[in-house]
């Protein structure tokens, strides 16, 4: 007489009874897989600010808290001005920042300007900008290395 102990045999159960299956759900591979894609977004998140690069002065102030993300003017090292990431002409900012802001004259704009620009470029969108009557003007700078 063979005795077989495979599970498919029916060893182990007693007379009569059948196999059921169980209803359990493994989780390790979903976990394995949230975890890779964690890691993915941690590293690409950083990367989706894009922006005109400047060299920003260097200051001990605070960030700003931010619920959305505010208008952006860059005055480039050469004199070049942006909004967000399309250049523009002085003349044409205003035009522009009122069809942007949704939020009338209150909308928070932000102001970039790389060091080596020249700071009579700088006061002219900022008189140019308050002049039109945005009042919620921020100037951005990197913070000090301590």
Request: hydrophobic share 45%; proline share 6%; net charge neutral.
């Amino acid at each position: 007489m063979s005795v077989s102990l495979s599970p498919l045999s029916g060893a182990g159960r007693r007379k009569g009874q059948r196999y059921r299956p169980r209803a359990e759900i493994n989780v390790t591979p979903m976990v394995d897989v949230m975890l890779v894609l964690l890691i993915v977004f941690m590293i690409t998140a950083p990367l989706l600010t894009v922006g005109v690069p400047v060299d920003l002065p260097k200051t001990a102030a605070h960030a700003l808290s931010a619920d959305k993300e505010p208008l952006t003017i860059t005055v480039h090292a050469d004199g070049g001005l942006y909004v967000q990431e399309s250049e523009i002409t002085l003349e044409a900012l205003i035009p522009r920042l009122k069809a942007i802001a949704g939020n009338g004259y209150k909308e928070r704009i932000f102001l970039r300007a790389d060091k080596t620009a020249d700071y009579g470029d700088v006061m002219k969108v900022m008189a140019s900008i308050h002049a039109a009557g945005f009042t919620n003007l921020g100037l951005v700078t990197d913070p000090l290395s301590q």
